[in-house]
């Protein structure tokens, strides 16, 4: 990383020097912020996930386990293996979602023993996973394909059978009518797949615009449609109050704590066998920092017109 700092300068330099300006007093001015951004941030090719990503993992965490404290240490742990891999923000979330939902298989049923008269937890770890991430992250179904590594389709039809599994449990109040499709299907109704129905994909926003919009428009002219839709929204929403999530301000707390950690192995992480070009592909693929290099081209073109 050094290396690839000692070059930023040498370029900066380099364009003071041939536009005839004072190279010393822009580095000067420069260099200590870039320094200070790339090193203090606690981003620099380490963990980069902002609040955002830390409290969906948090959530994820608690959907495979019902103690919060177990939830917690496994999602720090996590978080703490992950960073010495050195990848990007979406990658990173994805490697800790991997390794949570690897160690919720490894260690099966007994840490959530004590929370089985819920029907959420009755469901298979893929499947706690899976609502959490679709009801809490609106995760699309690409993401999650790559994640539990299976086809978007299979996505859909698992997501499906957990939310009519998880609604449908014995002694669960309310009970909802079964979300069936219409026995008469209009030339312009859209298929109704039972196993994955298009009221699903309507409700997770799967669909394109140009699907959307013709679904929306056939809706309101399509009593039928408009009911099966109706039945789907049942079990969707109440799907969505039965996934576990803690209070704001115990929410914001723990997002505090896996922030801090996430901060300090970050810091602590700087890899030592990484090749330079290496360095700067990570680092420059970075949003943040291709913004920053952009200001600093803005700020040199403005002295340019002095």
Not at 277 to 290: I, L, P, T, W
Request: hydrophobic share 45%.
């Amino acid at each position: 990383m050094g290396g690839f700092l000692m070059f930023f300068r040498t370029v900066i330099t380099f364009y003071a020097t041939v536009n005839g300006f004072d190279s010393r007093a822009i580095v000067g001015v420069v260099w200590p912020f870039l320094c200070c951004y790339t090193v203090t941030g606690g981003k620099t090719l380490g963990l980069h996930m902002d609040s955002h990503d830390l409290n969906v993992i948090s959530h994820l965490g608690q959907a495979l386990w019902a103690d919060d404290t177990h939830a917690e240490k496994a999602s720090l742990d996590a978080i703490t293996a992950v960073t010495s891999l050195g990848l990007t923000s979406e990658r990173s979330v994805e490697k800790v979602s991997e390794a949570l939902l690897q160690r919720a298989a490894r260690e099966g049923v007994q840490p959530n023993a004590g929370a089985l008269n819920r029907p959420f937890f009755r469901i298979s770890p893929e499947e706690r996973f899976l609502l959490s991430a679709l009801h809490v992250g609106r995760w699309s179904y690409v993401r999650l394909a790559r994640v539990l590594r299976k086809k978007t389709d299979e996505v859909a039809r698992m997501a499906w059978a957990a939310r009519l599994h998880i609604v449908s449990a014995p002694g669960k109040a309310p009970c909802v009518p079964y979300p069936t499709g219409s026995d008469l299907r209009g030339p312009k109704c859209p298929e109704y797949d039972p196993l994955a129905p298009w009221t699903q994909k309507f409700l997770d926003e799967e669909t394109t615009s140009a699907e959307r919009i013709f679904l929306q428009n056939h809706i309101m002219s399509c009593d039928r449609c408009r009911q099966a839709l109706s039945r789907s929204r049942n079990v969707y929403y109440l799907a969505d109050a039965m996934v576990p999530r803690p209070a704001e301000s115990e929410s914001n707390e723990r997002i505090r704590r896996l922030e801090n950690i996430a901060a300090r192995m970050a810091v602590a992480y700087i890899p030592r066998r990484q090749g330079f070009a290496r360095s700067v592909a990570v680092f420059v693929s970075r949003r943040d920092v291709q913004w920053l290099i952009a200001a600093i081209f803005v700020f040199f073109a403005v002295l340019s017109l002095k």
